[in-house]
Nanobody, 115 residues
Framework: QVQLAESGGGSVQPGESLRLSCAAS????????MSWYRQAPGKQRELVAGINSGGSTNYADSVKGRFTISRDNAKKTVYLQMNSLKVEDTAVYYCNMLRVGLVSWGQGTQVTVSS
């Protein structure tokens, strides 16, 4: 049974930064693709960034150049460094793990960007 625990969310002003963390329990972290999704009120959940087991990354166009996803396999943790935050980045951010055909989700962490 895999559990994902997100942390690092909060309330910031436009232009500021946050770093989200997602700690995983259980096996297969190092061979998993880890992703961050977000869901704003009234909108569908969308992919923000992903990183595969080889370290290759992909980003939504809306966050390219501002967000960076990384992973530490020894700590079974994936990070999302978010810089130059915008009001439109406000959402609940979810960690996602995909491995051997199985998908797991965290509970989510709220990020609020407002002036």
């Amino acid at each position: 049974q895999v559990q994902l625990a997100e942390s690092g969310g909060g309330s910031v002003q436009p232009g500021e930064s946050l770093r989200l963390s997602c700690a995983a329990s259980g096996m297969f972290f190092s061979i998993s693709t880890m992703s961050w999704y977000r869901q704003a009120p009234g909108k569908q959940r969308e992919l923000v960034a992903g990183i595969n087991s080889g370290g290759s990354t992909n980003y939504a166009d809306s966050v390219k150049g501002r967000f960076t996803i990384s992973r530490d396999n020894a700590k079974k943790t994936v990070y999302l460094q978010m810089n130059s935050l915008k009001v439109e980045d406000t959402a609940v951010y979810y960690c996602n793990m995909l491995r051997v055909g199985l998908v797991s989700w965290g509970q989510g962490t709220q990020v609020t960007v407002s002036s």
